[in-house]
C-alpha cells in the first residue's frame, strides 16, 4: 500500500465568525499528484497555508512528511518545511538579481553545499541562456519556471503548488504540466490548488473539490465525471425538416430551432451510437455534424457548488 505524504483529519480554521475551513479530511499518497479545486474563497489557499506551517489551525490534525504540523513546536516546524517546498500564486523571485543569483540566493539560504546545483536547475528548466539576465526581464512563463526551480533547491518530497499557472499562456502551461509530471516520475508529490479545471484533469490522480469550507466530493477525475449525468449525443442539420423528422423519431431528444441542432440521450457506447445512425439511415436524414458530449470537470465543478469554474467562464 502507498504510504500518506499528507493525511488531513477534521481539519478546522475560522476567522470569528466566518468558519472557512469546516472540519475536512483528505489523504496525499506518496508519489502521486493531488488536486483542490474550489471557486475563490473556498478555502483552498488557507488549507495550504495550514500545511505549509504558515498558519495555525484551529483544530483537527495535520501529517505532513510524518510530521504533526499541529503541534505548533519548533522541532515540528522545522522538520515539516525541511520537507516540503511552495511554490505560491505569484512568482516569489528577486527582480534585482538575475535567474543565477535569485538560485544561488536560495541555495545559501538552504544552506545546500552542492557546486553544481544551480547549473543544473538552470539547465532542467531551459533558463541557461537567460541565467545571467535580471529576472525582471524575464516573461511570465520565465518567471514561473525559475521560481519552481528555486523551490526545488533543497530536494523536497512534497511541493504544493498554490495555482502555478495563473495568467501563463497555453504553452507555458504546458511546460510546467511537462515538469510536473517529470518531478511525479522521480518520486516527489505535488499538492496542486488551480481554477483550471483541465490542468487538474490532466495532471491529477485524485481530486478534491471544496467549496463554502467542506469538502463535497473526491475521487479520481474520471471517478468524479462519472458520477454526472448528461452523456448525450447533438447533432446539427441544415435542413429544418429533417430536423423535425429526428425529433419525432427520436424518443427524449430536445431540439434548438435556432441551431439546427438536436440534443438525443446517449450512453456514448459504440453500440448505442451505430443503433442511432441506422434510424437516422432508415429515414433518410442526414445529419451535418455529429458529436457525442460526456460530461467534464467543468460539469463537476457546476453541479458540486452551484457556479461555473472560472476556466468556462473565461470561454
Known sequence: MTSSAIAVSCLRKAYGDKVVLDGIDFDVAAGSVFSMLGPNGAGKTTTVNILTTLMAADAGTVLVAGHDVTA??????RAVRAAIGVTGQ????????????????MADLKRVRSPRLVAQLLERFDLTESADKLAAT??????????LAMTLVGDPRIIFLDE????LDPRSRRTMWGIVRELVADG???FLTTQY???????ADRIAVLDQGR????????????????????????????????????????RDDQELTLRVPSDGESRSLRAL????DEHLLNAREFAVHTPDLDDVFLALTGRPSAEAIAK
Open 72 to 77: 505548533a513546536t519548533a522541532t515540528a516546524t
Open 90 to 105: 505569484f512568482a516569489a523571485v528577486d527582480d534585482l538579481l538575475s535567474g543565477r543569483e535569485n538560485l544561488q540566493m
Open 138 to 147: 524575464y516573461s511570465g512563463g520565465m518567471r514561473r519556471k525559475l521560481d
Open 164 to 167: 502555478p499557472t495563473t495568467g
Open 188 to 190: 516527489t508529490t505535488i
Open 197 to 203: 479545471l483541465d490542468e487538474a484533469d490532466q495532471l
Open 215 to 254: 469538502l463535497v466530493a473526491h475521487g479520481t477525475p474520471d471517478e468524479l465525471k462519472r458520477r454526472m449525468p448528461g452523456t448525450h449525443v447533438r447533432l446539427r442539420f441544415t435542413d429544418p425538416a429533417d430536423l423535425d423528422t429526428a425529433a419525432r423519431i427520436l424518443a427524449g431528444s430536445t
Open 277 to 280: 445512425l441506422d434510424v437516422l
